[in-house]
């Protein structure tokens, strides 16, 4: 597909003959909810949580690293929201013998901590670029349960402050 984009207040062109290859979603995937949870402001803006990624990633990533599991030893509930509603929300089991990472909230029992945070401010912070502690000073950081805990989860998350 070949298209140009133009800056609306001036007209000019920005990018001309750009190509886009586009995919089969059906072929990759075998429900919407696997896409990522799609949040909307209003008719014309929407939105796939970038915290979706992390999420699945950190799930893979546990699978193979079960002695990381076992040193956290939690369950962390993360509500993440967008336009100041919650439009994710995923459970970390970080409990040996392996971890698991899903969409919801904790299957049985209840989460040792409760993470909110808006979808931009937790990819800042998982991928380094805002520190944990400033972000809860200033309100972007909700946690509720254990947080002694949850300095433990940082370690789930190492691997993206490289991104």
């Given at each position: 597909?070949?298209i140009?984009?133009?800056?609306?207040?001036?007209?000019?062109?920005v990018?001309?003959?750009?190509y886009?290859e586009?995919?089969?979603v059906?072929?990759v995937?075998?429900?919407p909810?696997e896409v990522?949870?799609l949040?909307?402001?209003?008719?014309?803006e929407?939105?796939i949580?970038?915290?979706?990624?992390?999420?699945n990633?950190?799930?893979k990533?546990m699978?193979?690293s079960?002695?990381?599991?076992g040193?956290v030893?939690?369950?962390?509930?993360?509500?993440?929201t967008a336009?100041?509603?919650?439009?994710?929300q995923?459970?970390?089991?970080?409990k040996?013998?392996?971890?698991?990472?899903?969409?919801g909230?904790p299957?049985?029992?209840?989460?040792?901590c409760?993470?909110?945070?808006?979808?931009?401010?937790?990819?800042?912070?998982?991928?380094?670029?805002?520190?944990?502690?400033q972000?809860?000073?200033?309100?972007?950081l909700?946690?509720?349960?254990?947080?002694?805990?949850l300095q433990k989860?940082?370690?789930l998350?190492?691997?993206?402050?490289?991104?």
């Amino acid at each position: 597909m070949n298209i140009s984009f133009k800056v609306v207040e001036t007209g000019d062109v920005v990018l001309s003959d750009g190509y886009i290859e586009l995919t089969d979603v059906a072929s990759v995937t075998t429900s919407p909810a696997e896409v990522g949870y799609l949040y909307s402001r209003n008719s014309s803006e929407s939105y796939i949580l970038k915290s979706e990624m992390i999420f699945n990633e950190m799930g893979k990533q546990m699978a193979q690293s079960p002695d990381l599991v076992g040193k956290v030893n939690g369950v962390f509930l993360y509500n993440i929201t967008a336009g100041n509603k919650v439009a994710g929300q995923w459970t970390v089991v970080a409990k040996a013998p392996s971890g698991q990472v899903y969409k919801g909230e904790p299957k049985s029992g209840k989460a040792d901590c409760t993470v909110t945070m808006a979808d931009e401010d937790f990819f800042q912070l998982v991928t380094g670029s805002l520190n944990p502690q400033q972000a809860f000073m200033a309100g972007k950081l909700k946690v509720k349960g254990n947080i002694m805990l949850l300095q433990k989860a940082g370690k789930l998350f190492e691997q993206y402050a490289k991104l």
